[in-house]
């Protein structure tokens, strides 16, 4: 074959397959979010059914976080709860387990995420007695890694959209539409104001063939931030006002559900209303004070799961990294309670 | 009184300090152990049923830590099956050719069993507590003498059900879905016999084939029948599918279930499926304890299983019940070690295995396993239970399956 005509037909194939590519790319997509409670640390994907079947998900923790990879194997350090879509059942399928550690030595020759990892987290995804492991490596990050993160947690999951009986296939077909899973003890959070984000990688396979399609490699992102809440209590003419504001990392935070709660001490509270946060984050509630006691009140703040994928992917990862462009940006859901205030009527 | 959970396990257990060294020429059996083969699907498909097998692992090492059988330690060799019986065959002879079990314990299927079971008996290898209640394995045991079932009739059951229709919904028009082979069929046979003359009250079966991937066109044929009662003779997927798939269609019958299904994931599955409210009010049996329903929580056959998972199997789904059937059918193999004597024979293993008046506390209260030369059927009476609050909950009295 001649040169000229060689090279006609790989440039062909390049544009055949980056138009398979742009077409799959069109309409995948996934979301993750971060939220802490405590020493525990929640994260939470959701892959539409719609996105081609998942290959690996790298997950980088923001640079400023600390995490204690020293657990001995076979601890439990969390769980997970997922939801599967059984291909070969029909039917959707709840999993849920335990997260334990795992000897990294044992994972040093997974095909997947082959050398020797600072730590290896099982994912126990059980259901009716079926236990499916996925392993989680978890490093630090070393060299142009370093940009998107301290650690990066990385799991492969195997395709459902090959053929029945292929080595590697899915059991059961299964398609992760959803996981939950939170470990705790594990990452400490700086304390630093701010927004970070949790740039997270998503490999798809190209559809039936179950090979990893790297220029489908797409970003979705998390994005962590302290929350708090202000108290401020004040009296007029027999009457309390309430106001406070809600941040995230600094940033006010708009539509919280606010919980107001009021008793005659910092420790025996009860409901005395609600409010929701503005714009600014502000948030006000009033009411009437009775008797000659002191009255203490407290507030809870809580938000769920938000878009902000318009300001969170403004500033998208590099193609070489990312192809796909980042797909989206979630705020975490969480609920952080005011310090006490006093009235003395 | 009520026992402590350890004099529970191992009451019957004769701890010697030290066993004689087993006889010369008994397969298995050394003065520190006791080696027990197995077979079962650890993969594919069907590894739905691992459990089983690793739940009768927990409780074998749960013994052991207490001093195992007179001595020795039970060894329980599994292999991994994939629920294809030529694998099953082919395993068996190398657990008992190469590796010299005393016995093979805990098959799991009705097909897997009766592949090996020829062999077996021409070997003279007890075969104990196979995990099916088919006709053919209880009823052939004059034949087949050193073959012994451990689950309740699969007719028997059926029979229940035919009686409970009959007594409580006398006009009804009976739909059946049941799998084509001695399971299904033994299930559908009993059902036919407890309705005795409401038999022609069946107005529609249909079968399936494990291999199936749906039920949905049994379903919508049997929903067209113009039935009111669905009777499911399924395994926990297409039991699923069925549930989910009649609910889908709006078919609102009284419904049946085989005990076969009724893992509390089960029901779980399908209300994800197909709503809150589908499969609520079903009907099945069950002489197993439920380790998830609020009311058997301080049953000492639970907290024995809860503890025995919580040291031996600390990761796995403590919420699967065959966990629990495999600690079952453990602690049945175990109390025949016991019988045997000092110094087992498999003549021996057969005869206390065939002579048994056991109290086993994973068993719902008030059933016991006996069995007899002329009684091949263990567990001889279970309970009909009725899905209600987000449980099986226990109906009435046992009621006889064999």
Same mark, same amino acid.
């Given at each position: 074959?001649?040169?000229?005509?060689?090279?006609?037909?790989?440039?062909?194939?390049?544009?055949?397959?980056?138009?398979?590519?742009?077409?799959?790319?069109?309409?995948?997509?996934?979301?993750?979010?971060?939220?802490?409670?405590?020493?525990?640390?929640?994260?939470?994907?959701?892959?539409?059914?719609?996105?081609?079947?998942?290959?690996?998900?790298?997950?980088?923790?923001?640079?400023?976080?600390?995490?204690?990879?020293?657990?001995?194997?076979?601890?439990?350090?969390?769980?997970?709860?997922?939801?599967?879509?059984?291909?070969?059942?029909?039917?959707?399928?709840?999993?849920?387990?335990?997260?334990?550690?795992?000897?990294?030595?044992?994972?040093?020759?997974?095909?997947?995420?082959?050398?020797?990892?600072?730590?290896?987290?099982?994912?126990?995804?059980?259901?009716?007695?079926?236990?499916?492991?996925?392993?989680?490596?978890?490093?630090?990050?070393?060299?142009?890694?370093?940009?998107?993160?301290?650690?990066?947690?990385?799991?492969?999951?195997?395709?459902?959209?090959?053929?029945?009986?292929?080595?590697?296939?899915?059991?059961?077909?299964?398609?992760?539409?959803?996981?939950?899973?939170?470990?705790?003890?594990?990452?400490?959070?700086?304390?630093?104001?701010?927004?970070?984000?949790?740039?997270?990688?998503?490999?798809?396979?190209?559809?039936?063939?179950?090979?990893?399609?790297?220029?489908?490699?797409?970003?979705?992102?998390?994005?962590?931030?302290?929350?708090?809440?202000?108290?401020?209590?004040?009296?007029?003419?027999?009457?309390?006002?309430?106001?406070?504001?809600?941040?995230?990392?600094?940033?006010?935070?708009?539509?919280?559900?606010?919980?107001?709660?009021?008793?005659?001490?910092?420790?025996?509270?009860?409901?005395?209303?609600?409010?929701?946060?503005?714009?600014?984050?502000?948030?006000?509630?009033?009411?009437?004070?009775?008797?000659?006691?002191?009255?203490?009140?407290?507030?809870?703040?809580?938000?769920?799961?938000?878009?902000?994928?318009?300001?969170?992917?403004?500033?998208?990862?590099?193609?070489?990294?990312?192809?796909?462009?980042?797909?989206?940006?979630?705020?975490?859901?969480?609920?952080?309670?005011?310090?006490?205030?006093?009235?003395?009527? | 009184?009520?026992?402590?959970?350890?004099?529970?396990?191992?009451?019957?257990?004769?701890?010697?300090?030290?066993?004689?060294?087993?006889?010369?020429?008994?397969?298995?059996?050394?003065?520190?152990?006791?080696?027990?083969?197995?077979?079962?699907?650890?993969?594919?498909?069907?590894?739905?049923?691992?459990?089983?097998?690793?739940?009768?692992?927990?409780?074998?090492?749960?013994?052991?830590?207490?001093?195992?059988?007179?001595?020795?330690?039970?060894?329980?060799?599994?292999?991994?099956?994939?629920?294809?019986?030529?694998?099953?065959?082919?395993?068996?002879?190398?657990?008992?050719?190469?590796?010299?079990?005393?016995?093979?314990? %805990?098959?799991?299927?009705?097909?897997?069993?009766?592949?090996?079971?020829?062999?077996?008996?021409?070997?003279?290898?007890?075969?104990?507590?196979?995990?099916?209640?088919?006709?053919?394995?209880?009823?052939?045991?004059?034949?087949?003498?050193?073959?012994?079932?451990?689950?309740?009739?699969?007719?028997?059951?059926?029979?229940?059900?035919?009686?409970?229709?009959?007594?409580?919904?006398?006009?009804?028009?009976?739909?059946?879905?049941?799998?084509?082979?001695?399971?299904?069929?033994?299930?559908?046979?009993?059902?036919?016999?407890?309705?005795?003359?409401?038999?022609?009250?069946?107005?529609?079966?249909?079968?399936?084939?494990?291999?199936?991937?749906?039920?949905?066109?049994?379903?919508?044929?049997?929903?067209?029948?113009?039935?009111?009662?669905?009777?499911?003779?399924?395994?926990?997927?297409?039991?699923?599918?069925?549930?989910?798939?009649?609910?889908?269609?709006?078919?609102?019958?009284?419904?049946?279930?085989?005990?076969?299904?009724?893992?509390?994931?089960?029901?779980?599955?399908?209300?994800? %499926?197909?709503?809150?409210?589908?499969?609520?009010?079903?009907?099945?049996?069950?002489?197993?304890?439920?380790?998830?329903?609020?009311?058997?929580?301080?049953?000492?056959?639970?907290?024995?299983?809860?503890?025995?998972?919580?040291?031996?199997?600390?990761?796995?789904?403590?919420?699967?019940?065959?966990?629990?059937?495999?600690?079952?059918?453990?602690?049945?193999?175990?109390?025949?070690?016991?019988?045997?004597?000092?110094?087992?024979?498999?003549?021996?293993?057969?005869?206390?295995?065939?002579?048994? %008046?056991?109290?086993?506390?994973?068993?719902?209260?008030?059933?016991?396993?006996?069995?007899?030369?002329?009684?091949?059927?263990?567990?001889?009476?279970?309970?009909?239970?009725?899905?209600?609050?987000?449980?099986? %909950?226990?109906?009435?009295?046992?009621?006889?399956?064999?």
């Amino acid at each position: 074959m001649r040169a000229s005509v060689r090279t006609a037909l790989v440039a062909a194939a390049i544009a055949a397959s980056l138009l398979a590519a742009s077409s799959a790319l069109a309409a995948n997509n996934a979301t993750i979010a971060v939220s802490s409670s405590g020493a525990a640390t929640a994260i939470h994907i959701n892959v539409p059914q719609t996105t081609d079947p998942i290959a690996v998900i790298s997950i980088f923790v923001p640079a400023g976080y600390t995490a204690n990879l020293t657990a001995a194997p076979n601890t439990t350090i969390g769980s997970v709860d997922a939801t599967a879509n059984g291909h070969d059942v029909g039917l959707t399928l709840p999993l849920t387990g335990p997260v334990v550690t795992d000897s990294p030595a044992a994972h040093a020759a997974d095909v997947c995420s082959p050398g020797t990892h600072a730590a290896v987290w099982n994912l126990n995804l059980s259901v009716a007695g079926s236990t499916l492991v996925l392993p989680l490596y978890v490093d630090p990050t070393a060299g142009d890694a370093t940009a998107l993160g301290a650690y990066q947690m990385r799991i492969c999951l195997p395709p459902w959209d090959i053929p029945v009986g292929s080595p590697g296939r899915a059991f059961e077909g299964a398609q992760l539409l959803d996981a939950n899973f939170t470990v705790k003890g594990i990452f400490t959070a700086p304390t630093a104001p701010g927004l970070l984000a949790w740039h997270t990688l998503f490999t798809p396979y190209t559809p039936g063939a179950g090979t990893p399609n790297l220029v489908g490699t797409f970003e979705a992102r998390a994005l962590v931030g302290a929350p708090s809440l202000s108290l401020k209590a004040s009296k007029k003419n027999g009457r309390y006002t309430l106001s406070g504001t809600a941040t995230e990392g600094g940033v006010p935070v708009s539509g919280a559900s606010v919980a107001i709660q009021r008793g005659a001490s910092a420790t025996k509270l009860g409901k005395a209303g609600s409010a929701t946060t503005g714009a600014t984050g502000a948030w006000s509630a009033s009411g009437k004070l009775a008797g000659k006691k002191p009255v203490f009140f407290k507030a809870t703040a809580t938000v769920k799961e938000r878009d902000a994928t318009a300001q969170g992917c403004a500033t998208p990862l590099p193609a070489t990294i990312a192809p796909g462009g980042c797909t989206s940006a979630t705020l975490g859901a969480w609920t952080v309670s005011s310090p006490a205030a006093k009235l003395k009527p | 009184m009520r026992p402590s959970l350890a004099a529970l396990a191992v009451a019957c257990l004769l701890v010697a300090p030290s066993a004689g060294a087993g006889p010369a020429d008994t397969p298995g059996v050394t003065a520190t152990q006791i080696l027990l083969g197995g077979t079962g699907p650890l993969s594919g498909p069907e590894s739905q049923y691992e459990p089983v097998l690793t739940g009768a692992q927990a409780y074998f090492s749960y013994v052991n830590d207490h001093g195992g059988v007179f001595g020795r330690k039970i060894v329980y060799k599994v292999e991994d099956d994939s629920y294809d019986p030529a694998k099953t065959v082919q395993f068996t002879r190398q657990l008992v050719e190469q590796d010299k079990v005393f016995a093979i314990f %805990n098959t799991i299927g009705t097909e897997h069993s009766l592949a090996i079971r020829g062999y077996l008996n021409q070997m003279q290898v007890p075969e104990l507590f196979v995990g099916s209640g088919a006709t053919s394995i209880a009823a052939q045991h004059a034949q087949f003498p050193w073959t012994l079932g451990l689950l309740p009739s699969f007719a028997g059951e059926g029979s229940i059900y035919g009686r409970q229709i009959a007594a409580t919904k006398p006009g009804a028009k009976i739909a059946v879905l049941y799998e084509n082979d001695e399971y299904g069929m033994d299930l559908l046979a009993g059902l036919k016999s407890g309705l005795g003359s409401h038999a022609g009250q069946i107005v529609s079966t249909a079968s399936y084939e494990p291999t199936d991937v749906t039920v949905d066109s049994q379903v919508q044929q049997l929903k067209a029948s113009g039935a009111d009662t669905f009777v499911i003779f399924a395994l926990p997927t297409q039991a699923i599918q069925a549930f989910v798939s009649a609910a889908k269609l709006g078919w609102k019958p009284t419904e049946y279930v085989t005990s076969i299904s009724i893992d509390p994931a089960v029901m779980q599955i399908v209300h994800v %499926n197909a709503g809150a409210q589908a499969g609520v009010g079903a009907t099945s049996t069950a002489f197993l304890h439920d380790p998830t329903n609020p009311t058997q929580l301080k049953s000492p056959g639970v907290l024995l299983y809860r503890q025995v998972m919580k040291k031996y199997l600390p990761h796995e789904d403590w919420k699967a019940v065959a966990h629990l059937y495999g600690m079952m059918a453990a602690y049945a193999m175990v109390d025949a070690l016991q019988h045997a004597g000092k110094n087992p024979t498999r003549q021996s293993l057969l005869q206390a295995a065939t002579h048994m %008046n056991e109290v086993n506390p994973f068993l719902l209260p008030g059933l016991k396993l006996t069995t007899s030369p002329s009684n091949y059927y263990p567990i001889g009476h279970t309970y009909l239970v009725r899905y209600l609050h987000g449980f099986w %909950n226990v109906l009435g009295k046992p009621l006889k399956t064999s």
